[in-house]
Every structure is written in structure tokens, then in C-alpha cells.
């Protein structure tokens, strides 16, 4: 396997140990109990073993230590967004490492839907200006932005399969390696080459029909991009496991072992 998708590495010496060292005092100082209330209140904390909900909050701990939050558009902000994003941001990492989101500095936090103003060239080679309205973006050596609306209700509510935290660090985890292209940091070469090879099989059974205009299970926009396949993926492997498992198990299995989680078998569990 090419250096391009492997994981992270973990560097030495002594910046390396003073963050060590600063990261555990931040896990043995905690959470305040105030902010616990919003934490219980996503339901996929209470599908967390206590082990895991431990883990959780030791990752929320540094997250919001180590990543800067802005408010946008006279967005104040506060402590309940940064923790609800934050939350919803380290599920993804629960059983990896902070390395995993070294390229994630600055979280930019709208209201509501923003707008972002872009250039396209046209056929004929004339520049356009264009905007389009987003709930969130994904920036390879810039921020990710959100809505805080949608992040707030997407946490809250797994069963729609819409989770746009879940979607934009999706992102960034697959930007890790300097290459959009879907395949997120993967350990070992035959990985590499099944990742390849299944997930370009469903992303090309899922743009088939959403062409023929039959009702797909993920998300249209999957059909786009590898990149947004991925994502999309990824929040459904989060919101709705049971159904993602069920429906593409080859894409579940991927996930699966790149997460190092089985939501499914949370899942079940609480049923």
C-alpha cells in the first residue's frame, strides 16, 4: 500500500510527551455535570457501554480543548454547541486517535443554512459567479462549517440517516492523506484494494438508481462523489446500522473495520 492512505503517525519526543501529559490532565479534570444533560439527550450516548462513554468523554475533553469554535453570522456562541458538536465529531474516533483529526483546527458555526459564493468556469470559458446555499462544509486545509440548527436536530434525531457533524468530519478523515477521493486512512494493503473494489461496486449500483430514478436507500448525493459516497455511508452506519447492515452489507463490514465500531450490535441491543 502507498503511503498516501496509511494511518497517521504517532511522532515522539518531547512535544509529544508534554501532549500526552497536558491531554491527561484535561480526561482527569472531566466534563462539568452540567454538560452532562446534553450529552444524555443523543441518543446514541445511551447505546455507549460505560467504558465507552468514559472514552467519549475523555475525547470530547481534549477536542474542545485542542479545536477553536466561531460563531457566524451573529451565531454566539456557547458551550452546549460546542459540546453537542464535539460529541457527535468523536464518536467517529471512539476507537482510534485524536491523530485522526490533527487537520481539523477551526469549526465555523452558522444559525442556520449559510451561503457560499464560488467561481465556475462555463463551456465556453466564460467565469461565473455562483452561490449555493450549504448546511456544511468540509475544507482540506481549512475549516469544516456547520449549521447549527441541522447539527443540534441531527444529533438528536438518528432515524432520518441525515447527520451533517457525522458527514462533514467524515470528510476530513478522508482528507487525512491530502486525497479526496473516499478511502479514508487504512492499515494494511489488501484494505486498501477491498475498499477499492466494494465500495466502487455499491457507489456504482446506488448511481444507477438514482439515474433510473428508483428509490435508493442512501442518500442521492452519494451518487456524486466517492468522497460523498463515503460520507453519506458513514452516516448512515451511525443513525441507522441495523438497516445499513442489512441493505449493504459489504459497505457495513467496510465501515466496520475502518471504525474499529459495530453500531449495529449497539443497536440491537437497545431494541
Not at 455535570?33 to 467504558?51: G, H, I
Not at 463551456?123 to 462549517?145: D, F, K, Q, Y
Request: proline content about 6%.
Amino acid at each position: 500500500m502507498s503511503d498516501n492512505h496509511a494511518p497517521p503517525r504517532i511522532h515522539s519526543g518531547m512535544f509529544a510527551w508534554s501532549r500526552r501529559r497536558r491531554r491527561a490532565r484535561l480526561v482527569k479534570r472531566g466534563l462539568p455535570a452540567d454538560w452532562m444533560p446534553w450529552l444524555e439527550a443523543l441518543p446514541f450516548v445511551s447505546q455507549l457501554t460505560q467504558k465507552d462513554q468514559h472514552r467519549l468523554h475523555a475525547l470530547i475533553c481534549v477536542f474542545l480543548a485542542e479545536k477553536d469554535f466561531e460563531g457566524c453570522d451573529g451565531l454566539e456562541m456557547r458551550d452546549k454547541i460546542r459540546v453537542i458538536i464535539a460529541a457527535q465529531a468523536c464518536l467517529l474516533i471512539l476507537n482510534l486517535d485524536h491523530l485522526f483529526y490533527q487537520k481539523v483546527n477551526t469549526i465555523l458555526v452558522y444559525p442556520s443554512v449559510f451561503r457560499h459564493r464560488s467561481q465556475q468556469v462555463t463551456s465556453g470559458g466564460v467565469i461565473e459567479n455562483r452561490e449555493h446555499t450549504n448546511l456544511g462544509e468540509a475544507w482540506p486545509n481549512g475549516p469544516i462549517v456547520l449549521a447549527w440548527d441541522h447539527a443540534y436536530q441531527g444529533g438528536r434525531n438518528p432515524n432520518d440517516g441525515q447527520n451533517t457533524v457525522f458527514h462533514e468530519f467524515a470528510h476530513k478523515l478522508d482528507m487525512l492523506d491530502g486525497i479526496t477521493d473516499g478511502i479514508p486512512p487504512l492499515t494494511l494493503a489488501h484494505e486498501e484494494d477491498a475498499w477499492r473494489k466494494r465500495m466502487n461496486t455499491a457507489m456504482v449500483r446506488h448511481r444507477e438508481m438514482v439515474e433510473r430514478g428508483s428509490p435508493v436507500f442512501l442518500d442521492d448525493y452519494g451518487a456524486t462523489h466517492p468522497a460523498e459516497f463515503f460520507a453519506v455511508a458513514t452516516e448512515m452506519f451511525f443513525e441507522r446500522p441495523l438497516d445499513l447492515r442489512k441493505r449493504e452489507a459489504e459497505v457495513y463490514d467496510l465501515l466496520k473495520t475502518f471504525y474499529r465500531q459495530d453500531p449495529a450490535a449497539r443497536s440491537a441491543k437497545a431494541e
